[in-house]
């Protein structure tokens, strides 16, 4: 083991025994909402400040996918009305149930980088399986989008705050499939809280309506990865980009469309 990856270790294991000295908030029922809360708010932050900014500086602008559009507080507060509500009137009681039927495992050893890594990627691409299904689904059964995921859709200019403005039944599919996977790879707890973050993080990026020089699509070759552009054409053109983050399920099921944004044409 060289002394880059002893290192890399090491600092995972000082962050896996600082979280487990705070066991007390780490195996209280409300922890997981309260986490799920605290990042989300926290990933949806700097866009909320940017759309706050954007109408008067024209160096934030230029990176807007939808310039024309614009964020209001009343739009802002519906959605963060939605999203509370959602949490405590939902997410709440079943986070409650879980810490009951199944008590949280704290092994004593860290998991090492490249676990993490190669875990937290694993969960990414079968969620994205899991949701692309979902969203193709929903999207074609007339019945099944108009009860569950019309919602949505009521902006067709996201802005970060939309990203889990939704029914509960979404709200409710796409927690499971996030709880689910890091179980099916049996990740340790440090790793499905990377995982958590990581996923709420992109979710928010696709929906936050900045296209930056630097935004994750940008960063994966060959056009793997779709982000802000490739969600926000979802959200214009409709049927078309249902997986949230890869492009592969959209090329295979000619779903896929690569239309520049009205600021970039």
Not at 124 to 135: N, P, S, T
Request: net charge neutral.
């Amino acid at each position: 083991m060289t002394s880059s990856e002893c290192t890399q270790r090491l600092l995972l294991q000082s962050l896996w025994d600082w979280l487990r000295d705070q066991q007390t908030v780490l195996r209280s029922p409300f922890f997981p909402v309260l986490f799920s809360l605290t990042v989300y708010l926290s990933c949806c932050l700097p866009y909320a400040c940017l759309d706050l900014l954007c109408s008067r500086l024209t160096l934030f602008r230029r990176f807007k996918i939808q310039p024309q559009r614009k964020v209001t507080w009343v739009m802002a507060w519906r959605c963060l009305r939605k999203i509370f509500h959602n949490h405590v009137c939902f997410l709440l009681p079943l986070s409650v149930m879980h810490w009951y039927w199944k008590p949280v495992v704290s092994p004593p050893l860290a998991p090492d980088v490249p676990s993490v890594v190669r875990d937290v990627l694993a969960c990414l691409l079968l969620f994205d399986m899991q949701y692309f299904l979902w969203h193709l689904l929903h999207h074609k059964v007339p019945w099944l989008y108009h009860s569950f995921h019309k919602e949505h859709h009521l902006n067709t200019a996201t802005f970060s705050l939309t990203t889990e403005y939704t029914g509960v039944w979404e709200m409710l599919s796409l927690s499971f499939f996030s709880m689910l996977n890091p179980a099916l790879l049996n990740c340790h707890p440090l790793t499905e809280m990377f995982f958590f973050i990581t996923n709420i993080y992109l979710s928010v990026e696709a929906h936050s309506g900045y296209e930056f020089p630097w935004s994750p699509h940008n960063l994966v070759p060959f056009g793997l990865y779709g982000g802000a552009q490739h969600h926000d054409l979802h959200h214009l053109k409709f049927k078309v980009n249902y997986a949230p983050y890869f492009t592969h399920w959209d090329r295979l099921f000619g779903t896929l469309w690569e239309e520049k944004t009205q600021n970039e044409e």
